[in-house]
């Protein structure tokens, strides 16, 4: 992790696409994320670790990670006789996208935000206005 923001915004990032970047998924999430897309039908937690060769725990633990971010659904499936089991099935990417782009822009309007408090603070406690730039 970046000990500040301008060795944040230094470096190259790292992460290849949106999955990484924004929510340090894991590569099994991805694989779970693409599998699900593929796939027309919602899978059982069993059925998802069936398909990814992986222990049920451990796809487990993927599906959770993809349900807290939002890329994922859970739907219940009532059985007749009583009792239900989940299935999972990925969220629309357009809708996805929308959102993420909703939290990118109130991110930079609190940034905005914070940097002129700064700025307004600084400039009148200290006596001077800000440099003018050339």
């Known amino acids: 992790m970046a000990n500040s923001m301008s060795e944040m915004l230094r470096q190259d990032m790292q992460c290849e696409g949106l999955l990484e970047c924004f929510h340090d998924l894991k590569e099994i999430d991805k694989n779970v994320f693409r599998m ?3 796939t027309e039908d919602s899978l059982t937690v069993d059925e998802i670790a069936d398909r990814i060769d992986r222990e049920r725990s451990t796809a487990y633990r993927s599906v959770q990670r993809l349900l807290q971010v939002g890329f994922i659904q859970k739907e219940q499936i009532n059985y007749e006789q009583g009792g239900y089991y989940h299935v999972y099935r990925p969220r629309d990417a357009e809708e996805i996208a929308q959102e993420m782009q909703r939290m990118l822009n109130d ?3 609190k940034m905005g935000q914070l940097i002129g408090e700064f700025s307004e603070k600084y400039a009148v406690e200290s ?7 050339g």
Not at 127 to 133: A, F, H, M, W
């Open 107 to 109: 991110w930079y309007a």
């Open 127 to 133: 006596g001077r206005s800000p440099p003018l730039e």
């Open 36 to 38: 699900l897309n593929e």
